[in-house]
């Protein structure tokens, strides 16, 4: 949050989750949406 730059911000976490994005603008994907999806960050 303190870093002041413009670019996306992705946690990637392991579990099994549905992709979603934080108050913080932050998009949160799973490990495997991550690896396999060529658009999980399309958010």
């Not at 992705?10 to 658009?39: A, Y």
């Amino acid at each position: 949050m303190k870093i002041g730059d413009n670019f996306k911000k992705i946690i990637v976490v392991k579990d099994m989750i549905k992709p979603w994005i934080t108050e913080e603008r932050i998009s949160v994907v799973g490990i495997m949406d991550f690896l396999l999806n060529p658009n999980s960050l399309d958010l």
